[in-house]
C-alpha cells in the first residue's frame, strides 16, 4: 500500500470516527454535532485529495516505466538491424 493510499485510509478511518462522535452528539443537543461534521468533512476531503495525489503519482511512474522500457528496446546493441522490405 503506497503512502497516500495510507493517507487516504486514515483520513476515512478519522473521520468515520468524528462522524460517529458527531452522531452520539445529538442525544445532548443538535447544535454539538457541527464540531464533528465539520471535521468530518475536511478528513473527507483530505482523503480525497490524497487518494487524487497518489493516482497521479502512479500514472507517473508507469509512463516513466512504459518510456524507460521503450528506450531500452530502441538502444539495444544486440538487437538485428530491420530490414527496409
Known sequence: M???RR???ACYLGAGISTLSAVASLAWHPWL???GLAG???LVWGAASAQD???RRAN???RLHDA???DAALLDPNQ???SAA
Open 2 to 4: 503506497s503512502p497516500a
Open 7 to 9: 493517507t487516504a485510509a
Open 33 to 35: 454535532a457541527i464540531p
Open 40 to 42: 468530518a468533512a475536511f
Open 53 to 55: 495525489a497518489g493516482d
Open 60 to 62: 507517473l511512474h508507469e
Open 68 to 70: 524507460a522500457a521503450s
Open 80 to 82: 538485428q538491424p530491420r
